[in-house]
T-cell receptor, first 114, second 117 residues
Framework: AQSVTQLGSHVSVSEGALVLLRCNYSSSVPPYLFWYVQYPNQGLQLLLKYTSAATLVKGINGFEAEFKKSETSFHLTKPSAHMSDAAEYFCAVSDFAGANNLFFGTGTRLTVIP | GAVVSQHPSRVICKSGTSVKIECRSLDFQATTMFWYRQFPKQSLMLMAT?????????EQGVEKDKFLINHASLTLSTLTVTSAHPEDSSFYIC?????????????FGEGSRLTVL
């Protein structure tokens, strides 16, 4: 079975500061891992995904995440936060068995302080 | 890129009426579509999985007679909330997996906010 834990339901950073959103996964098979962003009253947009290629994955809007098998982690980072990064971020793990279902974390709300 | 569109984006209805939400994959064939419900400030809860031409598979605790799902074609799935009540008010999101894609990536619609008065 797959599951995802996102530590910190709410993260606040100053504009220009480092963004770090934490995600730990549990999976009995090699996982596919995703980060999605959700702006208010909108659906989810894919930021980046890990699909067993490079462990450091670069996504859109300057975000990146590193897959660390030893730590079962897939933390999301961005060197310098922008006001437009304020949103809800969800980490998700996919069922490798092919069901294409996603198991979501509970989300982390990012606030960027001017 | 793959686009999934939901309609309507917002709907307000009276208690006891039924509401239909459409989910369309605009530029690809979707083998499977998923319906989620999202409560305020919470994550997405999977309600059901639907495959084209077959009955939907509902998650535990989801009333299949309340939330009717039809997946008539490879590009369209509909969710009908029957006899809606205020507690059904929520943000409903669909997603679709692309036929032939094996990475597990899903493409999400913009969501539909249902308000039942």
């Amino acid at each position: 079975a797959q599951s995802v834990t996102q530590l910190g339901s709410h993260v606040s950073v100053s504009e220009g500061a480092l963004v770090l959103l934490r995600c730990n996964y549990s999976s009995s098979v090699p996982p596919y891992l995703f980060w999605y962003v959700q702006y208010p009253n909108q659906g989810l947009q894919l930021l980046l995904k890990y699909t067993s290629a490079a462990t450091l994955v670069k996504g859109i809007n300057g975000f990146e995440a590193e897959f660390k098998k030893s730590e079962t982690s897939f933390h999301l980072t961005k060197p310098s936060a922008h006001m437009s990064d304020a949103a809800e971020y969800f980490c998700a793990v996919s069922d490798f068995a092919g069901a294409n279902n996603l198991f979501f974390g509970t989300g982390t709300r990012l606030t960027v302080i001017p | 890129g793959a686009v999934v569109s939901q309609h309507p984006s917002r709907v307000i209805c009276k208690s006891g009426t039924s509401v239909k939400i459409e989910c369309r994959s605009l530029d690809f064939q979707a083998t499977t579509m998923f319906w989620y419900r999202q409560f305020p400030k919470q994550s997405l809860m999977l309600m059901a999985t639907s495959n084209e031409g077959s009955k939907a598979t509902y998650e535990q605790g989801v009333e299949k007679d309340k939330f009717l799902i039809n997946h008539a074609s490879l590009t369209l799935s509909t969710l009908t909330v029957t006899s809606a009540h205020p507690e059904d008010s929520s943000f409903y999101i669909c997603s679709a997996s692309m036929r032939g894609a094996g990475t597990g990536e899903l493409f999400f619609g913009e969501g539909s906010r249902l308000t039942v008065l």
